[in-house]
Every structure is written in structure tokens, then in C-alpha cells.
């Protein structure tokens, strides 16, 4: 299982932006999904996740009620939407896979290379 992410760009504060986790592989439906973050100079923060069926959503305290993470199996895709951007949410975003939900930011299994999320003031 090896994610792969996109639709990371530059977006002023108060928009949204559609971020994509895509991976090859069948298996990759029955593992749980996480989103996780990290700024410049910042840990790396748990942002979302869900289990391998989508049932189950945890969110980070920071986006609770901005951001919704979902997943389509049949398309093999776990979508993040962020809505209500602030600039404090500038950062690399990584998806993650694992054969269990972790709400944590080092248990993950399979890492992505992330992409660049910039939310300008």
C-alpha cells in the first residue's frame, strides 16, 4: 500500500481546498485512512481519520467542524475537505494507511510524500 496525495496548492484564508489520497491495490480499502499535518518548525499533528470502511471519523481539535474526511472504495480515494481555511493551517499534509485506525502520528504503517497546503492571510 503506498498513498499517494493531491490537490494541495495556495489558497487564501476562508477558502477550501479538496485534498486526494489514492493508492494502488486492492488491499488498500480495508485499511484505516489518516490525514496528518506538519508546519515549519511544528510537530506533526493528527488531523483525520477513518476506518477502512468510513463508519468511523476522528478529527484533530484544530479542524473539528471545518474539515470532513471520507472515503470512496470503489474508487479506492480518501478525500480531505477543508473548508474555513486560516492561515494557521499552512502545511505539509500526509496520508497515511494502516491496518488499524490510529489517532495518534507515529503508528501509522504507510506514509505518502505529502503535499503543500499554503492558506495566505
Known amino acids: 500500500v503506498q498513498p499517494v496525495e493531491s490537490g494541495g496548492g495556495l489558497v487564501q484564508a476562508g477558502g477550501s481546498l479538496r485534498l486526494s489520497c489514492a493508492a494502488s491495490g486492492h488491499t488498500f480499502s480495508r485499511y484505516s485512512i489518516g490525514w496528518l499535518r506538519q508546519a515549519p518548525g511544528k510537530e506533526r499533528e493528527f488531523v483525520a481519520g477513518t476506518n477502512w470502511s468510513g463508519a468511523r471519523t476522528y478529527y484533530g481539535d484544530s479542524v473539528k467542524g471545518r474539515f470532513t474526511i471520507s472515503r470512496d472504495n470503489v474508487k479506492i480515494t480518501v478525500y480531505l475537505q477543508m473548508n474555513s481555511l486560516k492561515p494557521e493551517d499552512t502545511a505539509v499534509y500526509y496520508c497515511?494507511?494502516?491496518?488499524?485506525?490510529?489517532?495518534?502520528?507515529?503508528?501509522?504503517?504507510?506514509w505518502g510524500q505529502g503535499t503543500q497546503v499554503t492558506v495566505a492571510s
Open positions: 497515511a494507511a494502516d491496518p488499524n485506525l490510529q489517532l495518534g502520528v507515529s503508528d501509522w504503517d504507510y
